[in-house]
């Protein structure tokens, strides 16, 4: 396995417990960064063609964890990708190097009482199905979350906050890692040639968040917003 010095800011990596909103999370990072999004599990379950608690119950949890290994260092040396991981993938000191040399890696950490509620129904977690789910989450927690602090380049806190605040909170501390997009980018102006009547459009990603553009461009009393945020 070949691991590179330089910290790619190309490569996101999400990490973080079971129900901590990494593949939502990581889906929306993408869309807005116009970067590839990859789940470690899902690509897993498209190699091999079954699921998880297949793959746990034929080759056990190290099976698995073989698996994951490999995806991960294939994962990893794709350009401009934002990866989704299991919760599990920072047990192996490999995985852990391969993830902080390789790329930005964003922990997502979310209180164990949070996770139980968020995964209490879930069947396709076998390290969950357990007589006491809530007890098994705290202890994985107890025993993971050091090693997630220690992989981290970036801790979120997550907490109640929904899959959308996250995602600001993580664009906002990497935009000093990513190059910025430039400012003729960031809005366009359309002209709707009404005579009297004529009114400006203006168009552009995240602009809600930049007051300092939109403002000074607000000639009416009336404005409507249309967003998707
Ligand atoms: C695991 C988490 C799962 C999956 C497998 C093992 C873990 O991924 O990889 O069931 O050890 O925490 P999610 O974190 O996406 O649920």
Not at 2 to 28: D, F, N, P, Q, Y
Not at 56 to 70: A, D, L, P, V
Not at 153 to 179: C, D, S, Y
Not at 219 to 224: E, F, I, Q, W
């Amino acid at each position: 396995i070949w691991i590179s010095g330089e910290l790619r800011v190309s490569c996101l990596i999400l990490i973080g417990m079971m129900g901590a909103g990494k593949t939502t999370v990581g889906k929306e990072l993408a869309r807005r960064r116009k970067l590839r999004f990859a789940d470690c599990d899902h690509e897993i379950i498209a190699r091999t063609g079954v699921s998880i608690p297949t793959i746990f119950e034929i080759e056990g949890e190290e099976g698995f964890r073989r698996r994951e290994t490999h995806m991960m260092d294939e994962l990893t040396q794709e350009p401009d990708i934002v990866i989704a991981t299991g919760g599990g993938v920072v047990l192996s000191p490999l995985n852990r190097e391969l993830m902080r040399t390789r790329g930005v890696v964003v922990y997502l950490n979310v209180p164990p009482q949070i996770l139980y509620e968020r995964t209490r129904h879930d069947r396709n977690r076998p390290l969950l199905q357990v007589d006491n789910p809530r007890q098994r989450i705290e202890e994985l927690f107890q025993q993971r979350d050091p090693l997630y602090r220690e992989v981290a380049h970036l801790i979120i806190e997550g907490g109640r906050g929904n899959p959308g605040t996250m995602v600001r909170m993580i664009e906002n501390a990497l935009q000093k890692l990513w190059p910025a997009e430039p400012e003729d980018e960031l809005m366009r102006t359309l002209n709707v040639a009404l005579g009297e009547r004529a009114y400006p459009i203006h168009i552009g990603r995240g602009l809600l968040e930049r007051a300092d553009l939109i403002l000074p461009q607000l000639k009416t009393k009336r404005v409507a917003i249309v967003t998707n945020d």
